[in-house]
Every structure is written in C-alpha cells, then in structure tokens.
C-alpha cells in the first residue's frame, strides 16, 4: 500500500526545536515534490515548506520563512521538516504531502498522497 506516514511531533516549550520526518512508501517517490501543512484547531490547513523532487528547490510559508528548514534523502525516502525557535502559533497537527510534479505546491489541492499527521504542540 502506498502512503506517507509522519514522526517526530511532540509537546515542547517555546523557543525549543523539533525535527519531523516524513517516510514515503510510494514507487517513485524521488519523482515527487513534497509539500509540508498544518491545520491548527478550527483552522484551515495553512502551508508550511515545500521541496522539489531533488531537493534543490524549497519553499517556505511567511510565518516560518527563517526558522524552519525542509529537506530530503530520497535514498531513505524521508523528507524532512527541522523546526526551530518553535512558537505557540506553530501548534498543530503537521501533515505531509507528495505530488507527481517538479515542484511543491503551496496550496492542499492536487497532491497524489497525504500522511496522517503529527501532532505538534507548543507550549508558552
């Protein structure tokens, strides 16, 4: 079966930092551009970062533009997604994404695959 399947949420303080992982079983998957959302409470899912299907292009919402830095090992199917100086604001469940495509999109509409998320809390 393919899927995506995330780790690495967890509850932290303000200012501390997390490193969540995307592991993808999908044929082809360094053919995939990967896109990272969250979805607070009561929220729409808001994009986060995105990355191309080699790496070298990357993509970042404005309120982690700086702080967080999306990457990926396609030897290890993983994309990563490394958070720092983590703020309450960030609180949500973190989901990921990958679509047949060069690039990542920064809207939900169109991927192939989704994860069931990560739960991500930060306290003040």
């Known amino acids: 079966q393919e899927q995506l399947e995330e780790s690495g949420g967890g509850l932290v303080q303000a200012g501390a930092s997390l490193r969540l992982s995307c592991i993808a079983s999908?044929?082809?998957?360094?053919?995939?551009?990967v896109g990272w959302f969250r979805q607070a409470p009561g929220k729409e899912h808001e994009f986060v970062a995105g990355?191309?299907?080699?790496?070298?292009?990357?993509s970042y919402g404005d309120s982690v533009k700086g702080r967080f830095t999306v990457s990926r090992d396609n030897a290890k199917n993983t994309v990563f997604l490394q958070m720092n100086q983590l703020k309450p604001s960030d609180t949500g469940v973190y989901s990921c994404a990958a679509v047949l495509s060069v690039v990542a999109k920064p809207s939900t509409w169109g991927y192939d695959y989704w994860g069931r998320g990560t739960q991500v809390t930060v306290s003040s």
């Open positions: 999908i044929r082809d998957f360094n053919h995939h551009a």
């Open positions: 990355i191309n299907w080699n790496g070298d292009m990357t």
